[in-house]
């Protein structure tokens, strides 16, 4: 065991004075910054407030929904509410949170002072916002002023030939193409960036057998995205191209094909779901261990397991396509890939269980959420499952059945998930504890609200329920249903303002929290809340996967019990 | 008194990690191949199924001299990084010269192709789907190499003035990296529009 260096030298104790600063200097501060912190915040600054406007669509869209002839909202209009929830949701909300919590952690939690590529970082953040604002300028200028405008109305995964400029005109989908074309060069930015942080930024004794598990699931997830959102690059180019210099990509008139659309755009969008979820097992990752009081369970395992899911979920795209008609052959391969997928999934919600198997587990709000997290990831993908199955696709394609499949995945894990790591990691931001009283009614309200929306839509879905149509009639025996699912779309908007509120009133009213309140393992708790700026006065050097415990329990160290290493044998730095 | 916990501080000897320009460089580069497929398989999807001629067989010529330009300029640039690494600076500045003039050659010939096929065989990005995934597939590859021209041009300025030194070999070693792989795309451009395609 080295030494321990005195306190004095590791921390920075000079008094710093905070003078009043003015709104401006504070405002020129953050937009200027390249410090990874400042950057991670504003990324989940802007995606919640980008949740908050794709879920009030939402809510539109449900109180449209909910009785049979309803004329809340426009035909029309109702298009342009699922195409704009859709698009904000996995490209302004899912997409920016995760970089903003990896921007944040990476470099804290493998001792580094920064990013790899700090300016690159500040330029991912700032493109990305301008596509996010660029979408949502096509409400102005969609039709031109003078048109009053028109967001785009084609759907989230935009099917040719109705993006071709006879079916759409105006402004609007050019606005979504760009827009996405834009974050996706952000995407791809912060990706780099965090492979690059990874592998080359790690401190002294951080070998990759000893990365926390968060940081393993971002380098894998940032490596999918050069290989999956890339070619949604090159799919929006086409677009373009088609749209404004008149070529024939997915022109069926000129023997373009529309198919061919659907492929380049599932390649991206399957591996996409994967890419939002691995970060949400991330965070499970560090949570669950440390209110479970116990190490994580089979290591080795988790980081194949991740690694598996990013080649199988490479190869799945098409089953989103079954009901084309890509034959028999091209069907068996789609359906085993997506079954096969489950094999490392399953892997990964054993692991965890048996982390909790034996251990002393604290309820905490954000083990409540894990928790909740790891049920409803079971239940999505058990309807994941059903729907991989070629034949039972071709009954429920396009229909609710569809739309509660995904956003089981992505309410009932992803948020649930995110909700968990807010609880966990807002102390290590702020400097104070969100309420726990005030985080068990938002738990409560949005499990109930979650299970009476997402559990109930399955059932219209069976029925024949198509998704998109913006009404239906009384007779169909759909009207209860639809009802339940509005009705539990109320509960989580509550719970969803609790939580706003919640964040606002323990920032100023919190109580503090210190430098590490949920007695934790890796190195993010071993700096002040928040964080200095330039993170660790001292780049530290670990010698386990839990450097705080080694620390914190001097006389039976981890790195007692992981060398794995034999001696002499090959030493992956 | 103490907010954060200590953590200790011994040296760990020897511990040395890639390059970060290298593995930013490598992931640039993965999602450009990336890119570059998507329009490859556009093209190959696409042969023989347009509805109206030129056919590429009417019109394609094989580009054998400047293809081998821009093949060779491959070598030039990674002797450009080895005169570098040597602090030769003088051979360095030769070396990236020439880079950039077999680059320009080659990217002159595709502009003298472009305007055989726009102005006396007729073929645009608008007539048929041989034109669209030409025009497309071609002209992204042709934007890489604008796009590293313009940054080995650089690189030629600075080594001229002297502001490029031995400690800057890395960076340009990333840079070389880039040009590569425009090259190596190259060859599966030509491979597959004048080769297979033809």
């Known amino acids: 065991m080295a030494t321990q260096t005195p306190v004095t030298e590791v921390l920075d104790l000079t008094v710093e004075k905070a003078p009043q600063r003015r709104w401006l200097e504070v405002l020129h501060d953050w937009v200027t910054t390249v410090d990874h912190k400042k950057i991670g915040l504003m ?5 919640l407030f980008f949740l908050v406007v794709a879920g009030f669509e939402a809510l539109l869209m449900r109180v449209q929904l909910a009785v049979p002839n309803n004329h809340f909202v426009s035909p029309q209009v109702f298009n342009r509410l699922f195409t704009m929830h859709g698009t904000t949701m996995v490209f302004f909300v899912g997409m920016p949170i995760l970089f903003g919590f990896g921007n944040y ?18 330029f991912s953040f700032w493109i990305s916002a301008f596509g996010g604002l660029l979408l949502y300028f096509s409400y102005f200028g969609g039709s031109g002023l003078y048109g009053a405008g028109s967001a785009p109305d084609v759907g989230w995964f935009a099917y040719a030939p ?29 990706s780099l960036n965090i492979v690059a942080t990874a592998i080359c930024m790690r401190c002294p004794g951080m070998k990759m057998s000893r990365l926390p598990l968060l940081v393993w699931l971002y380098l894998v997830t940032s490596c999918m995205v050069f290989v999956a959102v890339s070619p949604l690059t090159a799919a929006q180019i086409m ?14 008139q000129a023997g373009g094909s529309a198919v061919l659309w659907m492929h380049f755009f599932w390649i991206f969008g399957h591996p996409e779901v994967y890419i939002l979820i691995l970060p949400a097992f991330a965070f499970a990752n560090e949570i669950i261990p440390v ?21 199988i979920s490479l190869s799945v795209w098409a089953h989103h396509m079954f009901a084309v008609g890509m034959g028999p052959g091209a069907n068996t391969f789609f359906v085993l890939a997506t079954m096969a997928v489950s094999v490392p999934t399953g892997i990964k919600i054993f692991n965890w269980l048996a982390t909790l198997w034996g251990g002393k587990i604290r309820f905490t709000v954000s083990m409540m959420f894990a928790v909740g997290f790891l049920f409803q990831f079971l239940i999505a993908g058990l309807t994941g499952i059903m729907l991989s199955v070629a034949p039972f696709d071709w009954q429920l394609t396009g229909s609710y059945f569809v739309v509660a499949h995904f956003h089981y995945v992505l309410v009932g894990a992803i948020l649930f998930m995110l909700f968990s790591a807010f609880y966990y990691w807002y102390p290590k931001m702020s400097g104070r504890m969100l309420s726990e009283t005030m985080g068990k009614w938002h738990f409560w309200l949005f499990l109930i609200g979650f299970h009476l929306t997402f559990d109930f839509m399955h059932v ?21 249903w639809n009802m339940v699912v509005s009705s539990g779309a109320i509960f989580q908007t509550i719970a969803t303002l609790l939580f706003v509120y919640n964040m606002v009133w323990s920032y100023f009213k919190g109580e503090v929290a210190g430098a590490d309140p949920w007695d934790a393992w890796t190195l993010e708790w071993s700096t002040t809340s928040p964080p200095a700026t330039y993170n660790f006065a001292k780049i530290p050097s670990v010698a386990s996967r839990r450097p705080l415990w080694d620390l ?10 992981e060398t794995t290493e034999k001696p002499g044998g090959e030493e992956r730095p | 008194m103490i907010e954060a916990a200590v953590i200790p501080n011994s040296p760990n000897e020897g511990w040395e990690l890639p390059s970060r320009g290298v593995v930013g460089m490598v992931c640039l580069i993965a999602a450009e191949a990336s890119i570059f497929i998507i329009f490859v398989v556009a093209y190959v999807f696409y042969i023989g199924k347009s509805v109206s001629g030129p056919t590429p067989k009417d019109v394609l010529t094989l580009p054998v001299f400047t ?10 640039v990674h002797a450009a990084v080895s005169a570098l690494r040597q602090s030769k600076r003088n051979l360095c500045s030769l070396w990236l010269a020439a880079t950039v003039l077999l680059g320009g050659i080659f990217l002159a010939g595709t502009g003298r192709e472009w305007y055989e096929l726009i102005y006396h065989d007729g073929l645009t990005i608008q007539t048929n789907l041989f034109g669209t995934t030409f025009y497309s597939l071609v002209g992204l590859h042709a934007t890489h190499v604008i796009v590293g021209l313009i940054m080995l041009m650089l690189a030629l300025v600075f080594s001229l003035n002297g502001a490029m030194t031995h400690e800057h070999s890395e960076k340009l070693e990333v840079l070389s990296l880039y040009w590569h792989f425009v090259d190596a795309v190259w060859v599966v451009v030509f491979l597959v529009v004048y080769v297979l395609g033809r």
Request: some cysteine; glycine content about 10%; hydrophobic content about 40%.
């Open chain 1, 552 to 561: 914190k329990h001097p006389e039976d160290p981890d790195s007692h019990y």
């Open chain 1, 239 to 252: 677009l373009m191209l088609d749209r404004y210099l008149g070529s024939h990509f997915f022109d069926t």
């Open chain 1, 291 to 311: 209110f479970s009081r116990k190490a994580i369970f089979g290591y080795p395992a988790m980081v194949a397991a991740s690694v598996g899911i990013g080649f």
């Open chain 1, 460 to 480: 219209p879905g069976l029925l024949g329920m198509p998704r998109r149509i913006y009404t239906y009639e009384a007779d169909r025996g759909w009207m209860i």
């Open chain 2, 67 to 76: 293809t081998i330009c821009l093949l060779s300029s491959s070598l030039t």
């Open chain 1, 105 to 122: 952690l990476i470099p804290l939690m493998i001792g580094a002072r920064d990013m790899a590529f700090p300016r690159l970082n500040a």
């Open chain 1, 162 to 190: 109705l993006t071709a400029q006879v079916f759409s005109p105006g402004h609007s989908t050019d606005y979504w193409t760009l827009s996405l074309l834009l974050t996706g060069i952000g995407t791809i930015g912060t």
């Open chain 1, 43 to 47: 990324y989940i600054g802007y995606a």
